[in-house]
T-cell receptor
Framework: AQSVSQHNHHVILSEAASLELGCNYS??????LFWYVQYPGQHLQLLLK??????LVKGIKGFEAEFIKSKFSFNLRKPSVQWSDTAEYFC???????????FGQGTTLQVKP | GAGVSQSPSNKVTEKGKDVELRCDPI?????LYWYRQSLGQGLEFLIY????????KSGLPSDRFSAERTGGSVSTLTIQRTQQEDSAVYLC??????????FGQGTRLTVV
């Protein structure tokens, strides 16, 4: 069965610090990869996605993620976080042949002003 | 409406009762997902509907859980004989394209 593992459960950073959240998945076939974000009191929403092509993808609000196929990883990065980035971040994988969407456990990011 | 709508927003029920949670997806979206969100557990996949295909029920935790999607639109998640461990936020999402899912606000279920 497909699974997604996020390495960090709770991350605390100061503003302007750099961010990297780890994500690994287990699935042998072709996948689409996603990061979703849930800001306090809001719905889950898409942050960025990877379908094919350039393994470095850019999303909203300065976030980017890199797909490394050999490592089954899709880590999320941001060079300089802001207080408004405080949220819960979820990595997700979808096998290309099914469309099923499986999420990791989530990482809570707290940015201190 | 423009987004995914779930009802009720909150539900408190007594242990042993049955509950029904409703999801109205975005019009035209062919895929519909149900997840359960518990503290520290992330988003637990429950069930996935895609068009007219047989649903993927592999995430339903027990036979007390069932879901249907009528006419390719509205979906109902039913939990029979609720238990305290069923308390969680139940999220519905719909999608038209390859996992780009739009989520509802969720139903917070509390079993007392």
């Amino acid at each position: 069965a497909q699974s997604v593992s996020q390495h960090n459960h709770h991350v605390i950073l100061s503003e302007a610090a750099s961010l990297e959240l780890g994500c690994n998945y287990s699935y042998g076939g072709t996948v689409n990869l996603f990061w979703y974000v849930q800001y306090p009191g809001q719905h889950l929403q898409l942050l960025l996605k990877y379908f094919s092509g350039d393994p470095l993808v850019k999303g909203i609000k300065g976030f980017e993620a890199e797909f490394i196929k050999s490592k089954f990883s899709f880590n999320l990065r941001k060079p300089s976080v802001q207080w408004s980035d405080t949220a819960e971040y979820f990595c997700a994988v979808s096998p290309s042949n099914t469309g099923k969407l499986i999420f990791g456990q989530g990482t809570t990011l707290q940015v201190k002003p | 409406g423009a987004g995914v709508s779930q009802s009720p927003s909150n539900k408190v029920t007594e242990k042993g009762k049955d509950v029904e949670l409703r999801c109205d997806p975005i019009s035209g979206h062919t895929a519909l997902y149900w997840y359960r969100q518990s503290l520290g557990q992330g988003l637990e996949f429950l069930i996935y509907f895609q068009g007219n295909s047989a649903p993927d029920k592999s995430g339903l935790p027990s036979d007390r859980f069932s879901a249907e999607r009528t006419g390719g639109s509205v979906s109902t998640l039913t939990i029979q004989r609720t238990q305290q461990e069923d308390s969680a936020v139940y999220l519905c999402a719909s999608s038209l394209d390859r996992g780009i899912a739009f989520f509802g606000q969720g139903t917070r279920l509390t079993v007392v």
